[in-house]
């Protein structure tokens, strides 16, 4: 008998490792991530959000509001490295390229002043 993963597509078996990380990372939220999700979720702000949802060729954004094809990413200080921020500009125009709106929200500003990150969602999503 022949093993699952064997008559699985190259595809098919990286979209599976995906959906794996994807919700590891669901499971294991930064600070921010949560104080965002707890204000985005159940569509508090008019939209439906989901957390970590795989997109565009398999990237894992950290929020998405499919109906509106917007992204909101939550940068912590990792994301101010030089190689990283070259690595984040390829990621948004990927994501640009494939018809979504991306807002980027430092997780400084989503600890620091979250009604100002929520203005700034909303504005996103009136946008869109």
């Known amino acids: 008998m022949k093993s699952a993963s064997r008559s699985l ?21 930064t600070r921010s991530e949560r104080a965002l999700w707890n204000e985005i979720s159940a569509a508090k702000q008019g939209a439906s959000f989901r957390r970590q949802a795989v997109v565009a060729d398999g990237l894992i954004v950290d929020f998405l ?3 509106r094809k917007l992204v909101i990413e ?3 200080a990792y994301h101010l490295e030089p190689a990283r921020k070259k690595a ?5 125009h990927r994501l640009e390229r494939a018809g ?3 807002l980027r929200l430092s997780a400084e500003l989503v600890l620091a002043d979250l ?4 203005r700034r969602v909303r504005e ?5």
């Open 100 to 102: 979504y709106c991306v």
């Open 9 to 29: 597509s190259p595809q098919q078996l990286k979209a599976l490792r995906l959906a794996g990380f994807a919700s590891r990372m669901r499971r294991e939220p």
């Open 88 to 92: 984040d500009a390829r990621r948004q």
């Open 124 to 128: 996103a999503l009136a946008a869109t």
């Open 115 to 118: 009604p100002e990150a929520l």
């Open 65 to 67: 509001a499919p109906a």
């Open 74 to 76: 939550v940068d912590g």
